[in-house]
């Protein structure tokens, strides 16, 4: 009997080597699944559009009136976490673009026969740690000396604040990690999960005397077992993706409120 391992589908396997003598072009299985998402949102934006306008139909239709209230979510989001208007305008398209992005690999991964991307470590980091530090070196350009006022909190000692400097420092630096880390290991347990329960499935039918009736009963009550757990794998990809935009505005408050605390 074949044995099933529940992480196997987070690996990344090469299915066309393109390898020259410096470089490596390597199709593998996240490529296609990155090129099948970007087909996909591609066409969707074909349907909803009119060609002679160039711009979405005046009456909206129900996938246009699930973006507008994304727009609504993520304003909000916005909104509540960095309190200055300047910035809110300044960065929402960057968040937007990010959060729509990532919703998309979340929910993708919950299709059959579809790899979960937002369980690999490297291809979220290659989308979002471009993103916090450009910003963080796009404030350090900006506000040069000064910007090391963020990890100061008006009023410390000087002598503990040498103390907590390197501290604050280090905790800036590891937020963006901390968060891709939360996002990938809350996608993958939840996917090894089904995976454990699919396996279960598959070896009790392997049994010879599981076509008794105690067998098929427990067969059956695993199976409908897995309608909540898919169900809930479905709200987990949108709960992550809002604590990560959450956490990722958080970010972004404590690099922008340095310069307007005095």
Not at 28 to 38: A, G, H, R
Not at 100 to 128: D, R, Y
Not at 245 to 253: E, G, Q
Request: glycine residues 2%.
């Amino acid at each position: 009997m074949y044995v099933f391992d529940p992480f196997e589908q987070f690996l990344t396997l090469p299915l066309v080597s393109l390898q020259t003598q410096n470089f490596d072009f390597t199709f593998s299985n996240v490529i296609l699944c990155l090129f099948i998402i970007f087909l996909t949102f591609r066409y969707t934006l074909y349907i909803i559009s009119d060609l002679k306008t160039k711009s979405l139909y005046a009456i909206p239709t129900s996938l246009e009136s699930h973006i507008f209230l994304a727009y609504i979510a993520i304003q909000s989001i916005i909104e509540k976490h960095i309190h200055v208007k300047f910035y809110q305008q300044t960065m929402f398209p960057i968040i937007f673009a990010l959060g729509t992005f990532l919703l998309l690999l979340n929910l993708s991964g919950n299709l059959p026969l579809f790899m979960s991307l937002t369980s690999q470590f490297a291809v979220i980091s290659a989308f979002c740690l471009p993103t916090f530090f450009g910003i963080f070196f796009w404030f350090l350009l900006e506000r040069q000396i000064t910007f090391l006022r963020t990890f100061y909190a008006p009023g410390t000692e000087i002598a503990l604040a040498i103390i907590l400097f390197p501290v604050e420092l280090l905790t800036y630096f590891m937020r963006p990690i901390s968060i891709i880390c939360r996002l990938c290991s809350n996608i993958m347990s939840g996917h090894v999960i089904i995976k454990v329960c699919l396996q279960t499935i598959f070896a009790l039918t392997q049994i010879k005397s599981s076509y008794n009736f105690f067998f098929s009963i427990l067969i059956t009550i695993l199976i409908l077992q897995l309608v909540p757990l898919l169900i809930l794998e479905v709200c987990v990809s949108l709960i992550q993706v809002y604590v990560f935009l959450v956490i990722f505005c958080m970010f972004l408050s404590d690099t922008f409120g340095h310069h307007y605390r005095y």
